[in-house]
T-cell receptor
Framework: DGGITQSPKYLFRKEGQNVTLSCEQN?????MYWYRQDPGQGLRLIYY???????QKGDIAEGYSVSREKKESFPLTVTSAQKNPTAFYLC??????????????FGPGTRLTVL | SQQGEEDPQALSIQEGENATMNCSYK?????LQWYRQNSGRGLVHLIL?????REKHSGRLRVTLDTSKKSSSLLITASRAADTASYFC?????????????FGKGTHLIIQP
């Protein structure tokens, strides 16, 4: 059963704590992406990675960090430096960056609430 | 910044009618994609249209692209209750979207039975 999984589905954290959101894919895709969605809004790009051990900042990277040690995994850490972290976080992947026209496949999302 | 802007923000129609959503964008694009999101879920890719294409069909979906006006439209024909969702356009600039997509705020479509 191929796809992208994100865990947990719901996450609560106290102000000042770091938290890591998981994203795993078994589609053998090279590129992975993290987006943030606020209520009634579109998605905004946080970080992306086109190859293992390499990643790039998106439009709203401040207060976030990522790693890409394995092709299948692209975890996102929301740090205490992120001023307004409560949001819906979506992970996506695409097959091969820069070749052709690539659609993105999305995970089910993690809803993070800061108490 | 938001590259795409969908219009209308919300649309409510009767089952069986056609639904049309529009998207405008600001800069040159490589391709434009439409996605659907059911409430509280991830996005599902619907259709991709390249910058050198003008129209594309997929089942009940028809997408048009006018690069001179920097706009696209998504038509859903013979709507069904299951089409109720938010629809987003997303634009890809360099390298076909390898650097990530830029999304609009979406159109919330409600199909009334």
């Amino acid at each position: 059963d191929g796809g992208i999984t994100q865990s947990p589905k719901y996450l609560f954290r106290k102000e000042g704590q770091n938290v890591t959101l998981s994203c795993e894919q078994n589609l053998n895709h090279d590129a992975m992406y993290w987006y943030r969605q606020d209520p009634g809004q579109g998605l905004r790009l946080i970080y992306y990675s086109q190859i293992v051990n390499d990643f790039q900042k998106g439009d709203i990277a401040e207060g976030y960090s990522v790693s890409r040690e394995k092709k299948e995994s692209f975890p996102l850490t929301v740090t205490s430096a992120q001023k307004n972290p409560t949001a819906f976080y979506l992970c996506a992947s695409s097959i091969r960056p820069g070749v052709g026209y690539n659609e993105q496949f999305f995970g089910p999302g993690t809803r993070l609430t800061v108490l | 910044s938001q590259q795409g802007e969908e219009d209308p923000q919300a649309l409510s129609i009767q089952e069986g009618e056609n639904a049309t959503m529009n998207c405008s964008y600001k800069t040159s694009i490589n391709n434009l994609q439409w996605y659907r999101q059911n409430s509280g879920r991830g996005l599902v890719h619907l259709i991709l249209i390249r910058s050198n294409e003008r129209e594309k069909h997929s089942g009940r979906l028809r997408v048009t692209l006018d690069t001179s006006k920097k706009s696209s439209s998504l038509l859903i024909t013979a709507s069904r209750a299951a089409d109720t969702a938010s629809y987003f356009c997303a634009t890809a600039t360099g390298r076909g979207g390898a650097d990530g997509l830029t999304f609009g705020k979406g159109t919330h479509l409600i199909i009334q039975p």
